[in-house]
DNA sequence: TAAATAAATTATACAGTGTTTATTTTTTTA
DNA sequence: TAAAAAAATAAACACTGTATAATTTATTTA
């Protein structure tokens, strides 16, 4: 077959990111490769490659979808009104309910073979860190120091991840939702307590 | 070629461990493969498979290997006699610190293709339950409720970890290792502050 | 309208990978 | 010494990402 122009560029963009990200969903980041995604939309490879040019760029544009989506989930749960810590518990519970719900595709987020070839492309560290600033700006409104602030929205960040990851990798020993709702909270409350007495 | 007995079983273990962990340091675990590895210790992928059976029992040896260090690190570090906050505070250095000298290395643990096939071996579980221990023993010690040692624990191990994570990938703007080792100090004091202050 | 050009898609090939099976060589055993 | 067992290799399979050549279609140009 030759040139079919039954997709334009942007809908053959918008089929593979829609379809990456269910065959993700169905058998995790090992299920996926580029040339199954292909027959799934009925194209080939090449058609793949000449989209998004190289392997990582298409893994990077399925998990900006993923990205993109949890921001709005985290941006939804923000606008309920909640504030001081009852805002910064309802972040993180907001987080870890969509890595929750989106196993698989949460999980991919950080699959993706590190290190190997040039960082990943700057529109996607443009979305990782609109996601940071969602939890930064309620911090800042906390604390008064701003260099404070941002060492502590750095530090709750990574501890939030941390027991995301862990918790869904099965690497920590009760690793139910309710549990990790648990530390989550401990670590929130117990941590802005400790910030709040640094004084006395 | 047939039968050669140049080396034991135990001894093509411990080569293909020991080289297997130096292409790791080397280039990353992007850039192991089976077949590389046999090359190098001057055998071929089926003596490989020989030893280790499959390809996942291969990384769990070699990666098995680098937790028995990390282990021994921590353990050294412990030793040194500090008690309370200070204890806690010479473990996460510690296990900064390791994460930092043997990158790579460290950084495969997390860099295995998760969720294929059956979880990890039991060992390999062990050793990973050997080193939470270490973080839990100290923290019974200091928190008087077993309950609240426990959550302690496993709040605090996922924290550390977490921050550990996204610095040493990059994921965190500032990711050198004293801005790392900085938030691995807020976090400590005052997580367990705020756990000092929970009647008040 | 017919021919030339450009673009999109496929087909093919390459060097890898983990894994399995058959074969060969060596050692041990009877 | 002959037979059995063990250890290692060689070869094949079905994949993978990637690159290049070939082909078909659409668009432009003459």
């Not at 298409?58 to 709005?72: F, H, M, V």
């Not at 196993?103 to 699959?111: D, I, M, T, V």
């Not at 604390?143 to 941002?150: G, I, R, Y």
Request: hydrophobic share 45%; proline share 2%.
């Amino acid at each position: 077959m030759g040139r079919r122009s039954e997709h334009t560029h942007e809908e053959l963009r918008s089929m593979a990111i829609l379809t990456g990200n269910q065959m993700i969903a169905e058998g995790g980041f090992a299920a996926f490769s580029a040339r199954k995604l292909a027959r799934r939309i009925g194209y080939t490879v090449g058609t793949i490659y000449n989209v998004f040019g190289t392997h990582e760029c298409l893994i990077a544009s399925i998990n900006g979808q993923t990205l993109d989506e949890l921001a709005q989930c985290v941006q939804q749960r923000l606008a309920a009104g909640a504030e001081g810590l009852a805002q910064l518990q309802a972040l993180a519970t907001a987080y870890l309910d969509f890595a929750c719900t989106h196993q698989q595709r949460w999980s991919a987020l950080f699959e993706a073979p590190r290190g190997s070839k040039a960082d990943v492309p700057d529109w996607y560290r443009a979305k990782r860190e609109a996601l940071f600033d969602l939890l930064e700006a309620p911090l800042s409104r906390l604390l008064s120091n701003p260099d404070a602030a941002k060492l502590a929205a750095r530090t709750l960040w990574a501890s939030i991840h941390g027991i995301c990851l862990l918790g869904l990798s099965g690497r920590l020993a009760p690793s139910s939702s309710s549990a990790l709702q648990e530390m989550m909270d401990d670590l929130i409350v117990n941590y802005l307590r400790g910030l709040e007495y640094a004084g006395s």
